[in-house]
C-alpha cells in the first residue's frame, strides 16, 4: 500500500502544481492517473498547441507547460501511478481515506484531492457497427505513438485540429494517409487547413470532402474502409487499410467518481469555494476543471490559484492543532525533500567606520 499525505486523483497541470505548493508546506504528494504519463489533456490531445493566458508566458506549447511543472515540482519526489483509474474510496476509523484503483493499488491518505480536469475521458465514436470488433486491431482513437504508422496506410476521419494536424504529421511517417471529412470546409487552425491542402495538392495526403468512413472490413484486423460520398454519383470509395483513426473529440465523463456520494451538478464535484474546494465528503477537494461553484472559470490559472488555496486547509487536516504562518517564497525560499534549496541571495551590509 503506497502512504502519503495527499493523494490526487489527476496528473494534469492543476494537479501537478498541487504538489508544488503542497511541497512549500513539506506535504508529499502521490498521483492517480489513467493515462500513462503526466500532463492530462495537454500532453495527450494537444502537447503542441500553444496557450496563451498563462501569466508570464505569452506563448507557451502545453507540452512545455507540462515539462515546467515537471521540473518545478522535482524537488518534491512525488510519487506516480499512471496508467490506471481511480476507483473506489473507503474511508477509515481514524477519517483517512484508501483510493483503490481498477488494477488493485492502494493509496492511503488523510487527504483526497480530485484535480482530474473534466473527469475521464471516453472517445467519440463514428457509428460505424463493427467498429469495435477492430479497436487494437487497426482503430485507434487518438494517436499515441506516431511511428506505430510508419510505412502504414492510414485513413484519419474529422474536421478539426487533431484530425489535421496528426493527417500532416502523418504524411511524412505513414506510406499514404488519407484525410475524410463529412464537410467542404475544416473547422482547424488556418494555416493547418492550408498546410493539408498544399499537401493534398502534392499527393502526400488523399483529400475526401463531403464524405464519410460507413464501412469496415477485415478478418483478424482492419484491411479496408468503404467511404460514402454525399454526392450520389460519386457513390462510394473502397480503400486498402491497415489503420483508422476517428479523432471526433473525447466526450468527459466523470467515471467511477460520480459513485462516491459526492455532490454533482451539472456533472462536476460541487464545492465550497467560499473557503477551501472541499466536497461535501470531509477531507476530499476538488480543484481545477472537475469542480463548480458560482463564477467559476474553468481555466489552467483558476485550478493554480484553487490547488494554493485548498492545501492551507489540507495542512490544518493533516496537522490538528499546528499552527503555520505562510511565508513567501521570495523571503523564505524553496527547500525541496532532495536536500536542494533555492533562496534570494543575502546581502551584506558592513558598517562604516
Not at 25 to 46: F, M, N, R, T
Not at 98 to 116: D, E, L
Not at 204 to 223: H, M, R, W
Not at 287 to 302: A, C, M, P, R, T
Request: hydrophobic share 40%; proline share 5%.
Amino acid at each position: 500500500m503506497i502512504k502519503t499525505d495527499i493523494v490526487i486523483i489527476g496528473a494534469g497541470p492543476t494537479g501537478l502544481f498541487t504538489v508544488f505548493e503542497a511541497g512549500l508546506l513539506k506535504l508529499k504528494c502521490h498521483l492517480i492517473d489513467a493515462l500513462p504519463q503526466p500532463g492530462g489533456q495537454c500532453s495527450e490531445i494537444y502537447p503542441k498547441k500553444p496557450i496563451y493566458d498563462i501569466p508570464a508566458f505569452p506563448e507557451i506549447l502545453a507540452g512545455t507547460l507540462v515539462d515546467n511543472l515537471m521540473e518545478q515540482i522535482k524537488p518534491f519526489e512525488a510519487g506516480f501511478t499512471l496508467g490506471e483509474r481511480a476507483e473506489t474510496l473507503d474511508k477509515q476509523e481514524d477519517g483517512s481515506y484508501i483510493v483503490t484503483t481498477n488494477k488493485g493499488t492502494q493509496h492511503h491518505a488523510p487527504v483526497v484531492v480530485i484535480a482530474g480536469g473534466l473527469g475521464s475521458f471516453e472517445p467519440r465514436k463514428p457509428p460505424i457497427s463493427n467498429i469495435v470488433d477492430f479497436e487494437d486491431k487497426g482503430v485507434a482513437y487518438m494517436v499515441k505513438d506516431p511511428e506505430v504508422y510508419r510505412g502504414k496506410k492510414v485513413v484519419i476521419a474529422g474536421g478539426g485540429d487533431s484530425a489535421l494536424d496528426w493527417a500532416i504529421f502523418l504524411a511524412d511517417v505513414a506510406s499514404e494517409v488519407s484525410l475524410v471529412h463529412r464537410r467542404n470546409e475544416f473547422r482547424g487552425a488556418l494555416d493547418s487547413v492550408e498546410k493539408a491542402s498544399e499537401l493534398a495538392k502534392l499527393g502526400k495526403i488523399k483529400l475526401f470532402t463531403e464524405a464519410e468512413v460507413k464501412k469496415l472490413y477485415g478478418d483478424e484486423k482492419l484491411e479496408a474502409v468503404v467511404i460514402k460520398h454525399n454526392d450520389a454519383e460519386k457513390g462510394e470509395t473502397y480503400l486498402e487499410v491497415d489503420n483508422f483513426i476517428p479523432l471526433f473529440g473525447l466526450s468527459p465523463k466523470l467515471g467511477p467518481i460520480g459513485n462516491w456520494g459526492l455532490e454533482i451538478e451539472k456533472n462536476a464535484i460541487k464545492v465550497n469555494n467560499a473557503k477551501d474546494y472541499q466536497t461535501n465528503i470531509p477531507g476530499v477537494f476538488a480543484i481545477g476543471d472537475v469542480n463548480i461553484y458560482e463564477g467559476k472559470l474553468k481555466l489552467i490559472l483558476s485550478g493554480f490559484h484553487e490547488a494554493a488555496v485548498m492545501c492551507q486547509y489540507a495542512y490544518q487536516i493533516i496537522n490538528p492543532g499546528k499552527r503555520y504562518v505562510m511565508k513567501y517564497t521570495t523571503v523564505g525560499g524553496v527547500e525541496g525533500f532532495d536536500g536542494s534549496k533555492k533562496e534570494a541571495k543575502k546581502e551584506v551590509v558592513q558598517s562604516i567606520a
